[in-house]
């Protein structure tokens, strides 16, 4: 891929303190791209946003949730005050609450859904506005999950809201693209990050059962991102890719 692929795009990141987030925006800022980075965690957004300063990256942090719709409003803002316009819009935060179906509590059930349906639904939408404003197009993907193809233990409520934003990337074809906007979903599977790599045995068990021989690390998921916001991408829309290595060919359990 052209190092310089993004030259004079400007995109927003939600989530993307560490992990894949961080990787996408590190990898958008190499390749010319100007970075909206956003996290929860203010200091992981501002370390974050240094540390691809430091690679001589265009890159801006703002802390909050991405499930607030006046923080939403602010990233706009934000893109297009410092860098001009906004381009690409990558709904990455979100939330994982495990918990058995039966018992799971009401207060789990809706902080899941506000962020990892509210927050990439509201940022889409906002993104689409000030893409239709200036005009030439854009790119939205959202983040699902193979939870949302496969059903995975204690996870009922993520998977039904992975399963969702595969749904809500199709359904937009029909208002965006009109507009030459595009929106597509990526579902990764088991992929090695800050979180998971504390968590004892993960790696060996996701090794042993994926085709690959392998879990995901963070630029495997960032490259197939950043093919689907590319003008290399502009005739894919409403179309969702896994990238696990193959897990869910076959689908065998961890458990």
Not at 44 to 71: F, P, R
Not at 209 to 236: K, Y
Request: aromatic content about 8%; some cysteine.
């Amino acid at each position: 891929m052209n190092r310089r692929l993004f030259e004079n795009k400007v995109a927003i990141v939600t989530g993307a303190g560490q992990g894949i987030g961080f990787e996408i925006c590190r990898m958008l800022a190499k390749q010319g791209a100007s970075v909206v980075l956003n996290d929860v965690d203010g200091t992981l957004a501002a370390n974050a946003a240094a540390a691809i300063q430091a690679e001589k990256g265009a890159c801006v942090a703002v802390a909050g949730d991405a499930s607030d719709l006046a923080l939403v409003q602010r990233l706009i803002d934000k893109a297009t005050s410092v860098f001009g316009r906004l381009d690409i819009a990558i709904a990455n935060a979100g939330i994982t609450l495990f918990g058995n179906f039966l018992d799971y509590p009401a207060d789990s059930f809706y902080k899941v859904l506000n962020v990892n349906l509210g927050g990439s639904f509201f940022l889409a939408q906002g993104a689409a506005k000030q893409m239709i404003k200036q005009g030439g197009g854009g790119a939205i993907l959202f983040m699902s999950s193979v939870t949302g193809h496969q059903a995975h233990k204690d996870l009922s409520a993520y998977g039904m809201t992975k399963a969702a934003l595969e749904m809500l990337a199709k359904s937009l074809v029909i208002e965006l693209s009109p507009y030459k906007i595009t929106t597509n979903a990526i579902a990764p599977g088991a992929t090695l990050t800050e979180r998971t790599v504390n968590d004892p045995g993960y790696e060996a068990v996701w090794s042993g059962i994926t085709p690959m021989g392998r879990p995901a690390n963070a630029a495997d998921i960032a490259n197939a991102a950043l093919f689907l916001v590319s003008e290399q991408a502009s005739h894919i829309t409403g179309q969702s890719l896994v990238i696990d290595g193959g897990w869910t060919a076959i689908s065998p359990s961890p458990f």
